[in-house]
T-cell receptor, first 116, second 114 residues
Framework: ETGVTQTPRHLVMGMTNKKSLKCEQHLGHNAMYWYKQSAKKPLELMFVYNFKEQTENNSVPSRFSPECPNSSHLFLHLHTLQPEDSALYLC???????????????FGPGTRLTVT | AQKITQTQPGMFVQEKEAVTLDCTYDTSDPSYGLFWYKQPSSGEMIFLIYQGSYDQQNATEGRYSLNFQKARKSANLVISASQLGDSAMYFCAMREGIGYKLSFGAGTTVTVRA
């Protein structure tokens, strides 16, 4: 596997279910991100992890619970979601911030989540 | 306030022609980076090109070039010799300082016609 992978690619869940999204990066990066992309809205940053430590939580509801066991893996645990949480969830990774460097983020293919 | 503005929701371009996608940004931080990403219908965001605020020259990557006008706070993407595979959504994004957060624009859909 190369780049950033995400599983599953599609997920349909009821509001009372518990599920998890998985992300794995094979780029040797130390920062990982979760984004939410809803229809007709710009991409929204949800969480940032740096060396397994959460460095940013962008006021995300507690029904979304991230986990980063190591620099290569990132999970998003979902429970009691609402229909408005239906969206494309994208994972990304990057090198660590360095002044003057681009440290662009590389994205996975996303998980298309539908909450019924 | 909107940090990244992309005013063109959709554009059509003829194959082999060039297309310019507009992006304006708003920041008071002297150090920032500007990015363009491509998102095909498959969903994956593909990094295309980067321009740093202190870079003297406009960035180029193959058929992609960035027209960086600092005083006007614009960072337009030019795709030359369009191909059918260029049909996708294109997003402009900005990072301020050396933080992690990217602010994305609303995107522009490009459709290349044969």
């Amino acid at each position: 596997e190369t780049g950033v992978t995400q599983t599953p690619r599609h997920l349909v869940m009821g509001m009372t279910n518990k599920k998890s999204l998985k992300c794995e990066q094979h780029l040797g990066h130390n920062a990982m991100y979760w984004y939410k992309q809803s229809a007709k809205k710009p991409l929204e940053l949800m969480f940032v992890y740096n060396f397994k430590e959460q460095t940013e939580n962008n006021s995300v509801p507690s029904r979304f619970s991230p986990e980063c066991p190591n620099s290569s893996h990132l999970f998003l645990h979902l429970h009691t979601l609402q229909p408005e949480d239906s969206a494309l969830y994208l994972c990304a990774s990057s090198a660590l911030p360095v002044q003057g460097a681009s440290y662009e983020q590389y994205f996975g293919p996303g998980t298309r989540l539908t909450v019924t | 306030a909107q940090k990244i503005t992309q005013t063109q929701p959709g554009m059509f371009v003829q194959e082999k022609e060039a297309v310019t996608l507009d992006c304006t940004y708003d920041t008071s931080d002297p150090s920032y980076g500007l990015f363009w990403y491509k998102q095909p219908s498959s969903g994956e965001m593909i990094f295309l090109i980067y321009q740093g605020s202190y870079d003297q020259q406009n960035a180029t990557e193959g058929r992609y070039s960035l027209n960086f006008q600092k005083a006007r706070k614009s960072a337009n993407l030019v795709i030359s010799a369009s191909q059918l595979g260029d049909s996708a959504m294109y997003f402009c994004a900005m990072r301020e300082g050396i933080g992690y957060k990217l602010s994305f624009g609303a995107g522009t859909t490009v459709t290349v016609r044969a």
